[in-house]
């Protein structure tokens, strides 16, 4: 039994630690606008307890001239109330990937983009890591509410490929929007 879990355990590890490539055509510039957030996928624990609640929410995204990535989200409450977090995610040697240290979550983010068509969708694979402990995070994002079945199977499938189980990926349901403040 003890060989087992320990199997399991290296095997997530691993999954985990897959090096994923951010797209090489990457164009900062083009990424700036508002994006909806469509799909989370990630086996974090925080996520499986609160997956079902969970809605559709936005993120404005604008390049800075440093080229960073100012990322402002929000999300509509159950109350009409928004929820909003911003991050500034700075940009490495490699072109799509940035990292950031969350002062919300208290974690390192090593973020990249690893498939974008700059008026459609983008996919995002975010390592998270808090207290030693690592986490996959991978969001779908899209310019419109609506994604297609296609774009959907490409993220459960990409999802799945970088160790996700199925249970915890999420196309997230519709959600009213939050004003600009």
Not at 30 to 55: D, E, L, P, S
Not at 90 to 100: E, M, N, V
Not at 144 to 149: H, M
Request: proline fraction near 3%; aromatic fraction near 8%.
């Amino acid at each position: 039994m003890m060989l087992k879990t320990m199997g399991v355990l290296l095997c997530a590890t691993l999954v985990a630690c897959v090096d994923v490539m951010p797209q090489k055509d990457f164009n900062l510039e083009k990424m700036a606008g508002k994006w909806w957030v469509v799909g989370i996928a990630t086996n974090a624990q925080w996520f499986v307890k609160r997956k079902a609640g969970m809605k559709m929410g936005t993120s404005m995204m604008l390049p800075t001239a440093g080229g960073d990535l100012d990322i402002s989200s929000a999300k509509r409450n159950a109350d009409g109330s928004c929820w909003r977090m911003a991050e500034q995610a700075k940009k490495t040697d490699i072109p799509g990937r940035f990292t950031f240290n969350s002062q919300r979550w208290s974690n390192e983010n090593d973020m990249r983009v690893v498939a974008v068509q700059y008026d459609d969708f983008a996919l995002i694979h975010t390592i998270k890591t808090k207290h030693g402990v690592t986490d996959v995070l991978n969001k779908l994002f899209s310019r419109t509410p609506e994604v297609s079945a296609d774009l959907q199977k490409k993220f459960m499938q990409f999802s799945l490929d970088t160790g996700i189980l199925s249970k915890n990926i999420v196309i997230l349901p519709k959600n009213g929007e939050c004003t600009e403040e």
